[in-house]
């Protein structure tokens, strides 16, 4: 039972590039969320999905595009990279809806030069 | 505005000291949860500890403790005899009713001393 992962764990990607961090739960958990951490900001919600075929905007969606086309995984892409999207992203999982225990992955760093 | 906030920025102890970390929340909702979550340097996330708005017990667990008080909007986390695998950053969140997401506070670093 491995919880929560993430791919890749760090990328250096150049403005304008694109690229997709994969988070997969094997908990069947019906809720998924990606977050970003920026320093002395904690972590803010970019979007989540309430199930398989769902997504929906978060906090700070602009710039990121999302997929859930099995349970399991939650895609996050960036279309074009901008240095603003430097960040650590972690993705989350909980078995409900509002006041469930979220678990989170390990983290993806990603650095936009 | 935000809901969750950790006036501490950092917290230095020397060993076995005991810490307190301080969140004060804002919410206008009555049925709400609060959580604690730890991130060692490791980087990863780990949950300590849920509570709904209707449950003010206090809680223990082994060396943890949280304080919850609706009258004040605080659920203060107190780490007993600190070691030095206590070093993380602490953050405070709150979800509301009906909301799926988790707010954060800005979190604490505590950094414990040998």
């Known amino acids: 039972n491995a919880g929560v992962t993430q791919t890749p764990k760090f990328r250096v990607l150049k403005t304008g590039q694109s690229m997709t961090l994969l988070c997969a739960q094997d908990?069947?958990?019906?809720?998924m969320y990606w977050y970003r951490q920026d320093p002395g900001m904690g972590l803010r919600l970019i979007h989540y999905?309430?199930?398989?075929?769902?997504?929906a905007k978060g906090e700070v969606p602009d710039g990121y595009n999302v997929s859930r086309l099995k349970k399991q995984n939650f895609l996050l892409g960036l279309e074009s990279a901008a240095p603003s999207q430097t960040s650590v992203y972690f993705c989350?999982?909980?078995?409900?809806?509002?006041?469930?225990?979220?678990?989170f992955g390990p983290g993806t760093r990603l650095l936009v030069l | 505005a935000q809901k969750v906030t950790q006036a501490q920025t950092e917290i230095s102890v020397v060993e076995k000291e005991d810490v307190t970390l301080d969140c004060v929340y804002e919410?206008?909702?009555?049925?709400?949860?609060l959580f604690w979550y730890k991130q060692p340097p490791s980087g990863e996330l780990v949950f300590l500890i849920r509570?709904?708005?209707?449950?003010?017990q206090n809680e223990i667990s082994g060396r943890y403790s949280w304080n919850f008080q609706k009258s004040t909007s605080s659920f203060n986390f107190t780490i007993t005899a600190s070691q030095v695998v206590d070093s993380a950053v602490y953050f405070c969140?709150?979800?509301?009713?009906?909301?799926?997401?988790?707010?954060f506070g800005a979190g604490t670093t505590v950094t414990v001393r040998a």
């Open positions: 509570r709904n708005s209707f449950d003010e």
């Open positions: 999905s309430v199930g398989e075929g769902t997504t």
């Open positions: 989350a999982s909980s078995p409900g809806a509002s006041g469930e225990t979220q678990y």
């Open positions: 969140a709150l979800s509301e009713w009906g909301d799926y997401k988790l707010s």
């Open positions: 919410t206008r909702d009555t049925t709400y949860y």
């Open positions: 908990m069947n958990h019906e809720y």
